[in-house]
Nanobody, 125 residues
Framework: VQLQASGGGLVQAGGSLRLSCLVS????????VGWFRQAPGKEREFVGG????????HYADPVQGRITIFRDIDRNTVYLQMNSLKTEDTAVYYC???????????????????WGKGTLVTVSS
């Protein structure tokens, strides 16, 4: 299983970005996909995720109301739409796959087995 995250870049506070996570080697209907981020000097943290069926989505409190996660089954791609970006959203964003959990979205880093390389999001003031 390989994941390729893209779409990061430099954006002003208040702006928007859409990140993409292309998953190869496993169909999205057979895995939960999570988005995480890691800012310099901080631990990797859960941002949000989508379950195997796409029925369940979970968003972390710091980004609740500002992000949306959705997927395109035909493209085997999961998207992270981020709006009203803040400087504290600056981080490397990673997507990850949990191939075993069904029925909810895990939030622990350890639950995810496969990881992409990450894409840098920089929000300027």
């Amino acid at each position: 299983v390989q994941l390729q995250a893209s779409g990061g870049g430099l954006v002003q506070a208040g702006g928007s970005l859409r990140l993409s996570c292309l998953v190869s080697g496993r169909t999205l209907s057979a895995c939960a996909v999570g988005w995480f981020r890691q800012a310099p000097g901080k631990e990797r943290e859960f941002v949000g995720g989508i379950s195997t069926t796409g029925e369940y989505k979970h968003y972390a409190d710091p980004v609740q109301g500002r992000i949306t996660i959705f997927r395109d089954i035909d493209r085997n791609t999961v998207y992270l739409q981020m709006n009203s970006l803040k400087t504290e959203d600056t981080a490397v964003y990673y997507c990850a796959v949990d191939p075993s959990t069904v029925g909810y979205v895990p939030r622990r880093v350890a639950a995810y087995i496969y990881w992409g390389k990450g894409t840098l999001v920089t929000v300027s003031s």
